[in-house]
């Protein structure tokens, strides 16, 4: 069974620059699609951005898009998720999800494993 551990959460002022990393434990990280989910307290988890198995192909979310980048690296088993200009409403705990399969997609259940998350959390 994977094991996804983040890193690279913390405190920001709004406007700043933050980079999440998701280190992947087993052999067959390269064999799948990665992603990038949020959540804040009372709603749903939501889609950030995603990335094909061998990161030819992204997605995103329309309130990232433009300010947030998702990159892989397959040799070191990490996925990463790049945030400039953040916003107060950017503020959640950040997941990172392994997909069901190669290409990216923006619906949960389309990932089968996730990490514990990590706090971002942008001040105004």
């Known amino acids: 069974q994977v094991q996804l551990i983040e890193s690279g959460g913390g405190l920001v002022q709004a406007g700043g620059s933050l980079r999440l990393s998701c280190a992947a434990s087993g052999r067959t990280f390269s064999n799948y699609a990665m992603g990038w989910f949020r959540q804040t307290p009372g709603k749903e988890r939501e889609f950030v951005a995603a990335?094909?198995?061998?990161?030819?192909?992204?997605v995103y979310a329309a309130s990232v898009k433009g300010r947030f980048t998702i990159s892989r690296d397959n040799a070191k088993n990490t996925v990463y998720l790049q945030m400039n200009s953040l916003k107060p409403e950017d503020t959640a705990v950040y997941y990172c999800?392994?997909?069901?399969?190669?290409?990216?997609?923006?619906?949960?259940?389309?990932?089968?494993?996730w990490g514990q998350g990590t706090q971002v959390t942008v001040s105004s």
């Open positions: 990335i094909s198995w061998n990161g030819r192909s992204t």
């Open positions: 999800a392994r997909g069901r399969k190669a290409v990216p997609d923006s619906h949960p259940g389309t990932f089968g494993s």
